[in-house]
C-alpha cells in the first residue's frame, strides 16, 4: 500500500518558519502531482500548494509570497518551506498525492501546525 509520511509541524510564534515535508512510501512508480491542503476547526480544507512532476506550482492566495512549495522527484517527496507565518496559518495541514500507478487519489494523516505567541 501508499503511505504519505509527513513530518516538520509544531509551534512555532507569528513571523516564524517551518519547513513540511512528505515522503511517499510503498511501490510507486510516479506521482503527477503532490502538494498541501490545511484545514482548521469549523472550516473547510482548502489547497495551500500543490507542485507536478513537471514542476507546475500553485498557491492559494493567502500564502503566496510566504510559502514554497518544492519536490525531489527521485525520493518521493514534497516539501512545503513556510515563512512569515501568521496566526491564521494555523492548521491541520494534510499531505496530498495523485499516483499515476493506480490513478488515485491519497491523503497523509495530518500534521499540526500552530502559530501562537
Known amino acids: 500500500q501508499v503511505q504519505l509520511v509527513e513530518s516538520g509541524g509544531g509551534l512555532v510564534q507569528p513571523g516564524g518558519s517551518l519547513r513540511l515535508s512528505c515522503a511517499a512510501s510503498?511501490?510507486?512508480?510516479?506521482?503527477?502531482?503532490m502538494g498541501w491542503y490545511r484545514q482548521a476547526p469549523g472550516e473547510q480544507r482548502e489547497l495551500v500548494a500543490i507542485?507536478?512532476?513537471?514542476?507546475?506550482?500553485n498557491y492559494a492566495d493567502s500564502v503566496k509570497d510566504r510559502f514554497t512549495i518544492s519536490r525531489d522527484n527521485a525520493k518521493n517527496t514534497v516539501y512545503l518551506q513556510m515563512n512569515t507565518l501568521k496566526l491564521e496559518d494555523t492548521a491541520v495541514y494534510y499531505c496530498?498525492?495523485?499516483?499515476?500507478?493506480?490513478?488515485?487519489?491519497?491523503w497523509g494523516q495530518g500534521t499540526q501546525v500552530t502559530v501562537s505567541s
Open positions: 496530498y498525492a495523485y499516483i499515476m500507478d493506480n490513478y488515485h487519489d491519497y
Open positions: 507542485v507536478t512532476r513537471s514542476g507546475y506550482t
Open positions: 510503498g511501490s510507486i512508480f510516479s506521482i503527477a502531482r
